[in-house]
C-alpha cells in the first residue's frame, strides 16, 4: 500500500520538473539539471525528474583523498562503531546460499567480518574485500589492496555488496553496472547509501537558512559527490536493468555520527539532536540511510 511519505515524496519531485538547462544532464536518468544551492566546496544541482541532488564536478574545489588517515582521524566514530544491525540483516537477505560474497570499498572489513563469524555454510566460504587503504585483514577475509575502479576479474560472486560508497564514485551508474558484472547470474547486488530527503539532511537546511552552516557544509561537503534519494537511487539501479527486490530505510548508530568537537555540553547537544532527528526519520520513513536489495538476471 502507498503510504502518504510515499505520495508526498513523488508530488514534490514532479513540483520540480521544469524546463532545465541541457548542459548538466542528470549522471543517472539524463534528465535536466538545475542549480539547487551554493556550498563552500561545489556548486550543487538537482534534477527535475529523478530529485537527484550531486556536486558540479566541473566546479568541485579538490577531490577527498582517501588514504590511511581517512579511518583513523577523519572518520573515527564511523569505523569504531560498525552498523551491526544493518550488517546482520543483509546476512540475512543474503542467505547462507551465498558461498562467496565480495564487499566493494569495504574499509576495515567489518562487514565480511561479521559474515564470517555469524556463517552457517559448511565448507570454504569466500569473503573478499576491494579496498584502497592497506590493513591488516581480519580472519577469514581476502582483501584487495586496489581502487575499484582500477581493479578487474573473471571471477563471479554470489552477492555483490557496497556500502557508503556509491556516493563517493563520478559515475554511479557505471560504477552499478560494473557491480553488476561482478555478480552471478541469479546473484544480489546490495547497496546501501544516504538519503538526501531524510529529516538530518532537512534539518541542516533549515539551520542554514538561519545562519547555522555547519551541519550543512558537513553533509554535502566534497567528500560525497552524490546525495541519493529514494526515486534517483532506484533510477540509478533502473538505469542499468537490475531488478530491485527490496529497499528498507534505517540509520546509523548515533555514535558513529562523525562531527568536529566543540565541546562536552555541545557535543551532548547535538548527539540529543541527532538521536531525535533519527527517531523521527523512522517513524516517518525519511530516516539518513537506505539500502537496496536488487537480483542479477538470471
Sequence with gaps: MTSLTDLGTVAYS???????PSTKPCPLCGSGTREDVAHPEAPLRRCGSCDHCFADLELLDQRETYDESYGDDDHQNWFEN???????????????????????????AQFLSCLHSHTKVDGDRRLVGVEQTTFVPPDGVEIVHSPFDEWSTTERFDAVVSLAVIEHVDDPVDFLRRASELAEPGGRVVIMTLNDRSLLYLASRVLRRFG??????????????????KSSLLAAFAAVDLEVETRWDHNIPAAAVDFPSQGAIADGVRLLGVRSLFLLGR???????QTVVARVAA
Design 14 to 20: 514532479m513540483s520540480l520538473t521544469r524546463e532545465m
Design 283 to 289: 517513524l516517518t520513513r525519511r530516516c539518513y540511510l
Design 212 to 229: 547555522i552552516t555547519g551541519p550543512f557544509d558537513q553533509l554535502y561537503s566534497r567528500h560525497h559527490l552524490h546525495h541519493f534519494n
Design 82 to 108: 560498525p552498523n551491526l544491525e544493518l550488517f546482520w540483516r543483509i546476512s540475512s537477505v543474503i542467505g547462507d546460499d551465498a558461498r562467496s560474497v565480495i564487499d566493494l570499498g569495504c574499509g576495515r
